[in-house]
């Protein structure tokens, strides 16, 4: 059973920076591309992805702010959050699903979910 959990998060001034973590445990990772959701009230939005290639892919709302990584080596991804705008205020989650996904910014394409992480900036 693969389980995600979420670490870090919490209150931030904008223009200020915070660093999310999450770590992939249950199955072989090198099978799984990772994704960073948001959830605000009445929506849930991607906000990036990694591919089990590395490649990376961003919302439009958060490049050139927010960068997504991995360490592949204890299976853990980062979402790097910098220039944090009060707009980025919402629930974290990290998600993953194994193989090629068409959409990878999109919720639907992804079958496990972290537990989501707070992430609060005032302006």
């Known amino acids: 059973q693969v389980r995600l959990m979420e670490s870090g998060g919490g209150s931030a001034q904008a223009g200020g920076s915070q660093r999310l973590s999450c770590s992939f445990s249950?199955?072989?990772?090198?099978?799984?591309?990772m994704g960073w959701f948001r959830q605000a009230p009445g929506k849930r939005e991607g906000v990036a992805v990694i591919?089990?290639?590395?490649?990376?892919g961003y919302a439009d709302s958060v490049k050139g702010r927010f960068t997504i990584s991995a360490d592949n080596a204890i299976h853990t991804v980062y979402l790097e959050m910098t220039n944090l705008k009060p707009e980025d205020t919402g629930v974290y989650y990290c998600?993953?699903?194994?193989?090629?996904?068409?959409?990878?910014?999109?919720?639907?394409?992804?079958?496990?979910w972290g537990h989501g992480a707070e992430v609060t900036v005032s302006s």
């Open positions: 998600a993953t699903s194994r193989g090629f996904l068409d959409s990878p910014l999109l919720p639907g394409e992804y079958t496990y």
């Open positions: 249950g199955d072989n990772y090198s099978g799984y591309c």
């Open positions: 591919g089990r290639d590395g490649t990376a």
